[in-house]
């Protein structure tokens, strides 16, 4: 019998494309449909290397047929997409093409921020205050339904790109007015939602936040891991991640239930989910749901073996059934991010990798940042480097990551103000406590992320 193909929409998300070849081959023949951006002419070479390539435009439903067209000589018998700005996209394909995928309205809920809210409180799933600011003057109708303190972001976005915490009224006046009127290359936003600020319970070393990683297929919700998270680098900077996530039973049994009934409450049919949902000392709350793998999976699944993560979701699109069992939960398996400076800089040195490496544990040092690159200022999420390991426990973990993070350096040239360069501690990058995003007023609104 002739081997499935397997089309998958690329451009930048949380599955490098070699990793997306590699994984799938056991299950199909691969095609990239290729969207055109910076980030794919930059590896335009790689990608036609690595599998079939079908040019993808979307700018029109003239250029999608014409790029559905094009795709369908390819014959696939599903489609995907392991990138959150392409959701969309891969929704208007999958209709054209007659496979399985979230459709058109499901996918607007997924990625408009306050649609989903608003979902959610509509079906009451989770009662989160929030309100949609289109210009400046909208700011004070939103500021006195939500309250403060209260977060401030982008009604599409990732990598908590535009995030900030507000507390001050006027300060977030001024911030989402600077938003909505600077032009998109000066970190401008079309639309930003307001909502209120969950305040998580301590959670002592770990983040108060985990994300359950879902698979849906024909309505039904199957959950495969409850991911644990590091305390949030200011103002809510993803700092990484690790299985199984330090919860109680009970608490894991809130998680599920409350991520179950929002994935329903999206009318998610078929394919992966990643809610994130922050725990508060009222019990778990939904931060959102993302129509996709969640960053780091792919990395996760293969150093702690058992269940594929990015396999998973290839099944999923062709409608195969899947074990409904959880990632290997007999060690901790963790992937620790160094972010970027949020003031930005040029990165000149990087110190002590070598030790690092010779940890216990310690399964790789991955380079995000070059020495010689620069790094922009923002609040967007952003790694320096990432440390992949096991652990037989959670405190064996944190040991092994203090002493990494009291050896890795990182030296940056000299600007203006610090003519003589400066050298950060990688312990200084990263929150030592609870994740409380931290007021955002030490980091320039002028300065925001592209």
């Not at 929150?431 to 980091?443: E, H, Y």
Request: charged share 25%; aromatic share 4%; proline share 8%.
């Amino acid at each position: 019998m002739p081997r499935p193909v397997i089309a998958v929409v690329y451009d930048f998300g949380s599955v490098a494309p070699a990793d997306i070849v590699d994984r799938l081959e056991p299950l199909g023949d691969v095609v990239l449909a290729v969207c055109h951006s910076p980030h794919t002419e930059e590896l335009a070479a790689l990608l036609a290397d690595l599998a079939p390539v079908v040019p993808v435009r979307d700018g029109n439903a003239d250029a999608l047929d014409a790029s559905a067209d094009l795709l369908r000589e390819h014959r696939p018998d599903a489609v995907l997409t392991y990138s959150e700005r392409r959701l969309g996209t891969t929704a208007e394909l999958a209709a054209r093409l007659g496979l399985p995928f979230h459709d058109a309205r499901t996918v607007r809920l997924l990625t408009d921020k306050h649609e989903q809210r608003r979902r959610f409180r509509e079906r009451g799933v989770d009662p989160v205050r929030g309100r949609l600011l289109r210009t400046p003057g909208d700011w004070a109708p939103a500021l006195a339904a939500v309250g403060l303190p209260a977060v401030l972001k982008p009604v599409r976005g990732e990598g908590s790109r535009s995030t900030h915490l507000v507390r001050d009224a006027a300060a977030g006046a001024a911030l989402a007015a600077h938003l909505l009127t600077a032009p998109a290359s000066e970190g401008g936003e079309d639309a930003l939602v307001l909502e209120e600020y969950l305040e998580g319970a301590g959670a002592g070393p770990f983040g108060d936040h985990v994300s359950v990683e879902s698979a849906v297929l024909d309505g039904r919700v199957t959950h495969w891991a409850v991911t644990g998270k590091f305390p949030l680098a200011p103002p809510f900077r993803e700092v990484g991640h690790f299985w199984p996530a330090p919860v109680t039973g009970v608490e894991r049994d809130a998680v599920l239930a409350l991520a179950a009934n929002a994935v329903e409450a999206l009318g998610v049919r078929t394919g992966i989910t990643h809610t994130e949902v922050k725990l508060t000392p009222d019990g778990p709350r939904l931060i959102e749901v993302n129509g996709r793998l969640g960053g780091f999976q792919s990395g996760l699944g293969r150093l702690a073996g058992g269940l594929d993560p990015v396999l998973l979701a290839a099944q999923v699109a062709l409608g195969h059934s899947f074990p409904a069992t959880w990632v290997p939960d007999d060690r901790v398996t963790y992937a620790r991010a160094l972010p970027t400076p949020a003031e930005g800089g040029l990165l000149t040195g990087v110190s002590g990798v070598g030790e690092v490496r010779g940890l216990p544990g310690v399964d790789a040092y991955e380079t995000r940042v070059q020495p010689g690159r620069t790094v922009e200022p923002g609040v967007g999420t952003s790694e320096l480097a990432v440390l992949w390991g096991t652990a037989d426990d959670h405190d064996t973990m944190l040991a092994v990551l203090d002493r990494a993070l009291d050896t890795l350096t990182y030296t940056f040239a000299g600007t203006p103000g610090t003519p003589e360069g400066r050298t950060v501690r990688a312990r200084d990058l990263v929150p030592a406590g609870p994740g409380r995003a931290t007021d955002p007023a030490l980091i320039d609104v002028r300065k925001a992320p592209r």
